[in-house]
T-cell receptor, first 114, second 106 residues
Framework: NAGVTQTPKFQVLKTGQSMTLQCAQD?????MYWYRQDPGMGLRLIYY???????DKGEVPNGYNVSRLNKREFSLRLESAAPSQTSVYFC?????????????FGSGTRLTVV | RKEVEQDPGPFNVPEGATVAFNCTYS??????FFWYRQDCRKEPKLLMS???SGNEDGRFTAQLNRASQYISLLIRDSKLSDSATYLC???????FGAGTRLTVKP
């Protein structure tokens, strides 16, 4: 069982470059999330999608855009990368938004912006 | 006050010890709570849910104190393999605590 798959696992970008982080889940979950994790800051929610066709901003959405392509896929785009976006990015899914079953996370994307 | 707060630790305990972590939250309307475990450079993995009545899974016990707005995680008979960072999450807000680092030593 793949669960939540994120690509790429590692990426180095130059300031100003753009890229899309991909996330796909095979658990038929309705809700998907993007978090970033920085040392000492814990996980902070960037965007989430409570169900297919909807997206909402989280705690730190500036500099990011998302697309819920279908029920399985939820991508995160950095239009013009900045060094402050150096972080580990985790995608997660859950059966429903205010989940009673918790999240399943992908293995993360380690992004460095130079 | 942060919406979800944890003591960052580190907690360094010997094998066999009992250790407890707390996680405080600010939103009194919060309904669902979880503990996650995160190993170094890995993704968080669900450890257990926290129910109003408390719940136990082997050596792990989770409890909720609504009056004081905190959840707790108790680990009994600590194992070396319990060394990790423990994160709490308040699902209504989709907010995680920054995590508590535990190191269990021989």
């Amino acid at each position: 069982n793949a669960g939540v798959t994120q690509t790429p696992k590692f990426q180095v970008l130059k300031t100003g470059q753009s890229m899309t982080l991909q996330c796909a889940q095979d658990m038929n979950h309705n809700s998907m999330y993007w978090y970033r994790q920085d040392p000492g800051m814990g996980l902070r929610l960037i965007y989430y999608s409570a169900s297919e066709g909807t997206t909402d901003k989280g705690e730190v959405p500036n500099g990011y855009n998302v697309s819920r392509l279908n029920k399985r896929e939820f991508s995160l785009r950095l239009e013009s990368a900045a060094p402050s976006q150096t972080s580990v990015y985790f995608c997660a899914s859950s059966e429903w938004g205010l989940a009673n079953y918790g999240y399943t996370f992908g293995s993360g994307t380690r992004l460095t912006v130079v | 006050r942060k919406e979800v707060e944890q003591d960052p630790g580190p907690f360094n305990v010997p094998e066999g010890a009992t250790v407890a972590f707390n996680c405080t939250y600010s939103n009194s309307a919060s309904q669902s709570f979880f503990w996650y475990r995160q190993d170094c450079r890995k993704e968080p993995k669900l450890l257990m849910s926290v129910y109003s009545s408390g719940n136990e899974d082997g050596r792990f016990t989770a409890q909720l104190n609504r009056a004081s707005q905190y959840i707790s995680l108790l680990i009994r008979d600590s194992k070396l393999s319990d060394s990790a960072t423990y994160l709490c999450v308040v699902n209504n807000d989709m907010r995680f605590g920054a995590g508590t680092r535990l190191t269990v030593k021989p």
